[in-house]
């Protein structure tokens, strides 16, 4: 597609519950970033892959969050046991190479919301 | 521990007037600087940039401001239009953690016709 495709666009889950979000860079693309947006704040960097190097995962809130890359295309974020606090728009980008913001084309993100 | 800060939440502005947004950092070691415009239900799209060896960068409409002394960037747009209307994010990186860029908690505009 033209852009970065974010699936679900809005998920409710039960506090406890695992979700699975999905990111669909634009084709081409070798870098991927996720962030997350929770309510008043910037964004905040959670996880970045580049290419087939090992991911920057520095910025994941917990060993309850985690992400993959398969083939270099689509990630998956996944949320373990979700808490109250784990509600957030999750947003996902992506760039042409290992840019620094310039080149990122962000998704319309997921808005995520733990009840 | 926020190390980027935009402090007005919002600001409203007259269509043809100049727009001022504000950002305020604290880490010294960001050397790159970007704002970006986000509207409602979109994700942002970035808008300019600036690196710390420059002071100032223009394109079109729209100019940034570096004050590495103060800490401090600014954009400014000129003429302001309604389209204009949306959340601007400030973020920065450093050359360490290039991919990290650190974001402002934003600033909505609303250009007033």
């Known amino acids: 597609g033209a852009g970065v495709s974010q699936s679900p666009s809005n998920k409710v889950t039960e506090k406890g519950k695992d979700v699975e979000l999905r990111c669909d860079p634009i084709?081409?693309?070798?870098?991927l970033y996720w962030y997350r947006q929770s309510l008043g704040q910037g964004l905040e960097f959670l996880i970045y892959?580049?290419?087939?190097?090992?991911?920057?995962k520095s910025g994941l809130p917990s060993d309850r969050f985690s992400a993959e890359r398969t083939g270099g295309s689509v990630s998956t974020l996944t949320i373990q046991r979700t808490q109250q606090e784990d509600s957030a728009v999750y947003l996902c980008a992506s760039s042409l190479g290992a840019g620094r913001g310039a080149g990122y084309t962000f998704g319309s993100g997921t808005r995520l919301t733990v009840v | 521990d926020q190390q980027v800060k935009q402090n007005s939440p919002s600001l409203s502005v007259q269509e043809g007037r100049i727009s001022i947004l504000n950002c305020d950092y604290t880490?010294?070691?960001?050397?790159?600087f970007l704002w970006y415009k986000k509207y409602p239900a979109e994700g942002p799209t970035f808008l300019i940039s600036i690196s710390s060896i420059k002071d100032k960068n223009e394109d079109g409409r729209f100019t940034v401001f570096l004050n590495k002394s103060a800490k401090h960037l600014s954009l400014h747009i000129v003429p302001s239009q309604p389209g204009d209307s949306a959340v601007y994010f400030c973020a920065a990186s450093d050359k360490g953690s290039a991919r990290q860029l650190t974001f402002g908690s934003g600033t909505q505009l609303t250009v007033l016709p």
């Open positions: 084709s081409g693309h070798t870098a």
């Open positions: 880490n010294s070691m960001f050397d790159y």
């Open positions: 892959f580049q290419g087939n190097s090992a991911p920057d």
